[in-house]
């Protein structure tokens, strides 16, 4: 039997395979499509200088690249990325309370899941929370 038809059938996989790789195949039949982290809310804090990202899983990434935020319709430069489990702050110029904002990812970043799924593109209002005037 050709080995590419033993990856269909578990009982033939396990004799022809290390017992991890059957684990595997296990992990890939159950899921064979894992999930991506989609974005659950952004916010900007009191002072108007940090953005907060929460996603539905943890996430990963090396820089800011693929993010824009804007304040009603001005862009806002991001800096100085950091990133716990699920969590995603940067320091963002000064937004003042008023303002509206939006921050949008143009996938063209790093940012993934730590299983290394990657964010899809996403474009989402911002809670301000800002009270600077």
Do not use: W
Request: charged share 20%.
């Amino acid at each position: 039997m050709p080995r590419s038809s033993l990856r269909h059938n578990r009982e033939f996989y396990q004799m022809d395979s290390a017992d991890e790789t059957a684990a595997e195949y296990d992990e890939l039949e159950s899921n064979p499509h894992p999930p991506t982290p989609n974005l659950l809310s952004a916010a900007i804090d009191a002072l108007g200088t940090t953005l907060t990202l929460t996603f539905s899983m943890d996430v990963a990434s090396t820089d800011e690249t693929g993010f824009v935020l804007t304040a009603d319709g001005v862009e806002k430069a991001l800096s100085g990325l950091s990133i716990t489990d699920a969590e995603v702050t940067m320091t963002c110029e000064a937004v003042l309370q008023d303002e509206v904002c939006v921050i949008s990812y143009d996938g063209s970043g790093d940012l993934a899941s730590t299983a290394g799924q990657p964010v899809t593109s996403f474009v989402r209002g911002v809670t301000n929370g800002s009270t600077q005037t």
